[in-house]
């Protein structure tokens, strides 16, 4: 490390000394954030809340949380358990349901667990 850490972090022509100790805690948090998101991402979250709108074409429901307001869309597909792509023609407006899901890297909701209430 001391032949790449030289004790100086360069702002423009200005030479800013930096101590080993900031230098590893920088490393040392940044390091840490990174782990929580990745063991996160795969994480199912808990969900309930009212049907708003049933996309079958592309297996998605529209859901708001009653509690909070907040509207997200979840995608249906066959590992959903228990029924999965079934729970689609069962399902309607203003239905209340819950289950679980998973929050992908593309900003994406994908249902693990999807049933009425």
């Known amino acids: 490390m001391?032949?790449?850490y030289k004790g100086y972090f360069k702002q423009g022509d200005k030479k800013m000394k930096i101590s080993k100790f900031s230098f590893l805690a920088i490393i040392f948090i940044f390091s840490f954030f990174i782990s929580v998101g990745v063991v996160t991402a795969d994480d199912a979250v808990p969900f309930s809340g009212i049907v708003k709108k049933i996309i079958p074409k592309k297996?998605?429901?529209g859901i708001k949380d009653p509690d909070t307001k907040k509207r997200?869309?979840?995608?249906?597909?066959k590992?959903?358990?228990?029924?999965g792509l079934?729970?689609?023609?069962?399902l309607k407006n203003k239905d209340m349901v819950e289950g679980r899901y998973t929050f992908t890297g593309a900003g994406l909701y994908i249902a693990v667990?999807?049933?009425?209430?």
């Open 113 to 117: 667990e999807l049933m009425k209430k």
């Open 79 to 83: 590992k959903t358990k228990p029924d």
């Open 72 to 77: 997200f869309t979840v995608i249906v597909n």
């Open 86 to 90: 079934k729970i689609l023609d069962t």
């Open 59 to 61: 297996n998605k429901v």
């Open 2 to 4: 001391s032949s790449y």
